[in-house]
């Protein structure tokens, strides 16, 4: 059973930064190369949103709106993915959730489907 503990979340004025780190555990580390990692948030009254993911060989996605702000990145030795978010926005208040599936399927919709954490919320004001 894959398992999912996001941190990092909190409350900043637009502009700030913020790094969410989620540590991920459950599986071997043979089979978790076959894992995509990534993180969707979902805000109120809004449908889930995939925000970005990186694959098994390192290879990144971004929603456009996130898109050269946010950095996406896993440290494999502490099993440890992180979001690095700059330029925050009101608009990416939310609560943020990290994500697993195959590495097959490794896209952003997709990522709303795999196994997740419990979430770390995000607040940005304006």
């Known amino acids: 059973q894959v398992q999912l503990v996001e941190s990092g979340g909190g409350s900043v004025q637009a502009g700030g930064s913020l790094r969410l780190s989620c540590e991920h555990s459950g599986y071997t580390v043979t089979s978790g190369s076959d894992y995509c990692l990534g993180w969707f948030r979902q805000a109120p009254d809004k449908l889930r949103e995939g925000v970005a993911t990186?694959?098994?060989?390192?290879?990144?996605s971004y929603a456009d709106s996130v898109k050269g702000r946010f950095t996406i990145s896993k440290d494999i030795a502490k099993n440890t993915l992180y979001l690095q978010m700059n330029t925050l926005k009101p608009e990416d208040t939310a609560m943020y959730f990290c994500?697993?599936?195959?590495?097959?399927?490794?896209?952003?919709?997709?990522?709303?489907?795999?196994?997740r954490g419990q979430g770390t919320q995000v607040t940005v004001s304006s």
């Open positions: 990186i694959n098994s060989d390192g290879s990144t």
């Open positions: 994500a697993a599936v195959a590495k097959s399927a490794c896209e952003l919709p997709r990522l709303l489907l795999g196994y």
